[in-house]
């Protein structure tokens, strides 16, 4: 005598596929429905609306205004910060200031004289300079 063997797989596959061939066509006329132009059409036309209500949004966004607003509240601070810091360092300033004076006036003489020759060697050499760096930016770039 010969026992016969359950195939479960078999039992499962028959249950599956007999499932699949009854909800094929209900499953195929949902995704059919899901794509028709009009659905299509609706969704674009949301995301057409959504996408232009975020450009009107930020369009409507005055950002002189905001940064106006922020400086105006960080100056104040910023300033009744700086006020001590400048109170030190205020004497020190006055002291390089007069200590740099006495050369300044040396110096200020000198460079009127010094300029307008200066004025005439930057004229006639800048050319040179000009074409100097453009033939070896060319070299550089040949390379």
Do not use: H, Q, R
């Not at 966004?61 to 109170?87: H, R």
């Amino acid at each position: 005598m010969s026992e016969s063997k359950t195939n479960i797989g078999g039992i499962l596959g028959n249950v599956m596929g007999g499932m699949m061939g009854a909800t094929a066509p209900m499953m195929t006329g949902l995704i059919k429905s899901m794509l028709s132009p009009g659905l299509i059409k609706s969704v674009t036309g949301m995301i057409l609306d959504i996408l232009g209500a975020v450009v009107e949004a930020i369009s409507s966004i005055d950002i002189g205004e905001i940064l106006s607003s922020i400086l105006g509240a960080i100056l104040p601070v910023a300033m009744k910060l700086l006020d001590p810091l400048l109170d030190i360092l205020g004497p020190i300033i006055d002291a390089l200031l007069d200590m740099l004076t006495p050369v300044i006036a040396i110096v200020g003489p000198l460079l009127e004289a010094i300029g307008p020759m200066l004025s005439a060697l930057t004229k006639a050499a800048g050319p040179m300079l000009g074409a100097l760096t453009k033939g070896l930016g060319g070299l550089g770039s040949s390379a």
